[in-house]
């Protein structure tokens, strides 16, 4: 179990640019979350991915925000034309989900610091 | 829709000395609760949870937090905190959901101060 990995870490692009986001979760995890943390508050969900199906966007998740999951292993989360207001930590989390049988634990990954200038 | 209120957004304690965190939230249907700690710069790391049973839970580090349904609350408490315990602390709550999985709702955090 190496845990949830991000990549990268921390990321400056300027405004309008695209910029894309990788998450390696915990190998035999179905589940994996993409949640938004802005400075000096709570992280706030973005999208729910359970295998490779996307099966919860948040409204927080404009139309320049798509994310992916292909073959239900790692995860990509890509912002168009970036704004000033997207700088965040941007932080991945997954977990295993057996219906009402899972634990329901996240595990989370260091996430990926955006400053967008 | 579910809510996590935390009482205080910072917390200055002397090492040594009672750590208590206060949570509060609010959902329509029985929650799972968790507490999260995060260090700067890092993730966040899970402390403990509640999903069902016994209502006092005891998490790493020597944390414990006791689940109130009367009271809706979930706070976080360590009976003497040490300087490694300085830290951002998320309280956070989910309903279950089946397939829909069960997205974590967070309350704003508290950062921890231990003074030597």
């Known amino acids: 179990d190496t845990g949830v990995s991000q990549d990268p870490r921390h990321k400056i692009t300027k405004r309008g640019q695209n910029v894309t986001f990788r998450c390696d979760p915990i190998?035999?995890?179905?589940?994996l979350y993409w949640y938004r943390q802005t400075l000096g508050q709570g992280p706030e969900f973005l999208t729910y991915?359970?295998?490779?199906?996307?099966?919860?966007k948040s409204r927080l998740l404009s139309d320049r925000f798509s994310a992916e999951r292909p073959k239900g292993s790692f995860s990509t989360l890509e912002i168009q034309r970036t704004e000033q207001g997207d700088s965040a930590m941007y932080l991945c989390?997954?977990?295993?989900?057996?219906?009402?049988?899972?634990?329901?634990?996240?595990?989370f990954g260091p996430g990926t610091r955006l400053t967008v200038t | 829709a579910q809510s996590v209120t935390q009482l205080g957004s910072h917390v200055s304690v002397s090492e040594g000395a009672l750590v208590l965190l206060r949570c509060n939230y609010s959902?329509?249907?029985?929650?799972?609760l968790f507490w999260y700690v995060q260090y700067p710069n890092q993730g966040l790391q899970l402390l403990l949870k509640y999903t069902t049973g016994a209502t006092l839970v005891k998490g790493i580090n020597g944390f414990e937090a006791e689940f109130k349904k009367s009271e809706t609350s979930f706070h976080l408490t360590k009976p003497s905190a040490h300087m490694s315990d300085a830290a951002e602390y998320f309280c956070a709550v989910s309903v279950p959901r089946g397939a829909a999985g069960n997205k974590l709702t967070f309350g704003g955090g508290t950062r921890v101060l231990v003074k030597p």
């Open positions: 190998s035999e995890h179905n589940r």
């Open positions: 991915f359970q295998n490779e199906a996307q099966l919860e």
């Open positions: 959902s329509s249907v029985p929650p799972y």
């Open positions: 989390a997954s977990s295993l989900g057996l219906g009402l049988g899972s634990s329901y634990e996240q595990y």
